[in-house]
């Protein structure tokens, strides 16, 4: 092995960093699990249960929003079918788009206060599905 110069270095790094694919949001279904994972920000995170559906996932660099697991998903679509009709579209074909997941977690719940964490949370994720057209297969619920 030997040594490179410095500028036949640089461009070996930069030849390696270019076929790097861009980072895309990331939204996948375990069956198995019965959850979704959604990941918009590539930062390393720490994660904070939110309520009984979603566990947010916070960048350990800003403290932002960057992620959610969300559990139960099969429960929660047949629960928001039975007690919210006006939601059986959104649910009803096997493809449930995240963001109208958290939409129907933040109007069930009752006890959100305006300074209630999961007041501004909920939409921060809301958007991020969003904007990456977070989708996932979960089946007919």
Do not use: W
């Not at 629960?79 to 493809?95: A, K, Q, Y």
């Not at 958290?102 to 991020?128: E, N």
Request: aromatic share 10%; glycine share 6%.
């Amino acid at each position: 092995m030997r040594a490179l110069p410095n500028d036949e270095f640089a461009r070996e790094v930069m030849r390696i960093a270019r076929t790097e694919e861009p980072f895309q949001p990331r939204f996948d279904y375990d069956p198995d699990g019965d959850c979704i994972e959604f990941v918009f920000q590539p930062d390393p995170f720490y994660a904070e249960r939110l309520d009984d559906l979603v566990t947010v996932y916070y960048s350990q660099e800003t403290g932002e929003v960057i992620g959610s697991l969300i559990k139960g998903v099969r429960g929660f679509c047949k629960r928001v079918l039975e007690t919210s009709p006006g939601f059986r579209i959104v649910f009803d074909d096997g493809r449930v788009k995240l963001e109208h997941i958290f939409l129907a977690q933040l109007l069930s719940r009752k006890d959100i206060r305006p300074d209630d964490l999961a007041s501004v949370t909920y939409p921060k994720l809301m958007r991020a599905a969003e904007e990456s057209d977070a989708q996932a297969e979960v089946g007919v619920c």
